[in-house]
């Protein structure tokens, strides 16, 4: 049995990771220059890719809104919070400066820290794990 509140604050955070995600998407197709400061050199096509990037945080911010889509949303989100921290590396350990702001440690840390609940994020609100509320025979 499934308890109503905690679908309640997976449907909440579902909301707020899809606005985020789509908020991002914009961002990468309206403004790339900065985005390419921190693509690895090692990257090809990295014009291309941040137009893909963006596209595919549009592509999973409404997947995550619609439920035929909701699982592959969730699994693909994971999957390009992992590509994408190459980039986020890179920007933290060179420092690069984007738009003439350095951002210090204090972002860099806690940014790169927070990529593995970023995953986690994607499959809970896809609905891919409960974890770590999964159901035990006393739940039932």
Do not use: K
Not at 17 to 42: C, D, N, Q, R
Not at 76 to 100: D, K, Q, T, W
């Amino acid at each position: 049995m499934t308890d109503p509140r905690r679908e309640t604050v997976r449907r909440i955070m579902r909301y707020v990771m899809a606005a985020f995600y789509f908020a991002a998407g914009v961002a990468h197709l309206a403004s790339p220059t900065g985005f390419l400061a921190i693509i690895p050199p090692w990257v090809p096509y990295p014009h291309e890719v941040i137009a893909f990037t963006g596209a595919c945080e549009l592509a999973g911010a409404v997947g995550l809104l619609t439920v035929r889509l909701r699982w592959w949303a969730g699994v693909m989100l994971a999957a390009y919070a992992v590509c994408v921290f190459p980039a986020n590396v890179r920007h933290a350990v060179e420092g690069i400066s984007i738009g003439g702001t350095a951002l210090g440690l204090g972002y860099h840390i806690p940014r790169l820290l927070f990529q593995p609940v970023l995953v986690w994020w994607a499959l809970y609100v896809g609905g891919v794990t409960d974890w770590p509320w999964v159901a035990t025979s006393s739940d039932a």
